[in-house]
Structures are given as C-alpha cells and as structure tokens.
C-alpha cells in the first residue's frame, strides 16, 4: 500500500505588498488550520513517512506545523525546490520517483497545481482544495511509479471549516 497526502499550504498573509511571493508568510489563522489538519491527521490516519514540500516560506511553515500537529520529526520534512507553484505534471513526476520504503507520502504544495494532481487521481472533480486543505489516497501498489486511479482503494477530502464544524 501507499498513502499520498496532497496538501495546499495554509493561508498567507497578502500584508507586505514590498514581499516576493516566495517569501509571503503565514497569516495567524493559516498557522490555527496547518495545527488543526495536522492534529487531525494524527488522529485518523498514519503519519506519513515523508513530507515533501515547496520552498516557498508559506508552504515550508506549512510543512513544519503539520509535522509538528503530526507529532513526528521535523527531519522527515524535505524541501523540493521543483514544487514551488509546480504544475501537476512536475507533482507526479516527483511523487512517482519516490522510493518504494516511503510508504507514506505529504506533499505541500500550491494551486493550481495541488488541486489538478487531486484531480489527475479522481473520478469526481474537486473546483479547489481550500488552504490547509489535503486529499488522502491510498493506492493498492508495492511501487510509487505504479500509482494509479484505478488502484486507489481510498479517498478522502479535508479541509479546516469542515473539521471545525465536526
């Protein structure tokens, strides 16, 4: 099996206007949601074994307080440069070489491209995975490069205002 956490990162703050994009940070509730889905992650499935995510400040801080509300080390987290606003293409490419040890998988990353590898993977169509939003997989394969729509034996859609309202 494999399980495959696509995240979009938290909110960031638009406040600095002078700021590179790269460099935008979190806002205070995009840092309250990234602890929230973590913590929920935790709950209800198991941790993934590695967290890959873009450089971009918001969605590093992103992968941090996941891991963080995961309660798993901050060594598991690896910055691909290649995800910064990566297109879904260049998603799967880099989700496809992962080794086959990894049996878990989060990659934090940006719209569009987060929300059209959910969808490259789905039957149904999801418009926009919202900010600390994640859609889980789990793939009836030995092999990443294997990974297919036709061997998913399940998917889940999470985002904050649904867990707040749980």
Not at 15 to 20: P, S, V, W
Not at 94 to 99: H, M
Not at 137 to 145: G, I, K, M, V, Y
């Amino acid at each position: 099996m494999k399980e495959l956490f696509l995240v979009r990162h938290a909110k960031s703050n638009w406040d600095n206007m002078d700021l590179k994009d790269i460099d935008r940070p979190l806002k205070d509730r995009g840092i309250r949601d990234a602890l929230l889905m973590g913590g929920y992650i935790m709950k209800e499935y198991t941790i993934p074994d590695r967290i890959l995510t873009s450089p971009a400040c918001r969605a590093f801080h992103t992968a941090i307080l996941f891991s963080r509300a995961m309660k798993s080390s901050g060594r598991k987290i690896q910055v691909e440069d290649d995800l910064y606003l990566a297109s879904y293409g260049e998603m799967e490419s880099l989700v496809r070489k992962t080794e086959d040890e990894t049996k878990g998988l989060m990659i934090v990353g940006h719209n569009p491209g987060i929300t059209d590898l959910a969808n490259f993977f789905m039957e149904e169509f999801i418009h926009n995975i919202p900010t600390s939003g994640f859609v889980f997989f789990r793939f009836d394969t030995s092999a990443w490069e294997k990974i297919a729509t036709s061997n998913i034996i399940d998917h889940q859609v999470h985002y904050p205002k649904e867990i707040l309202n749980t």
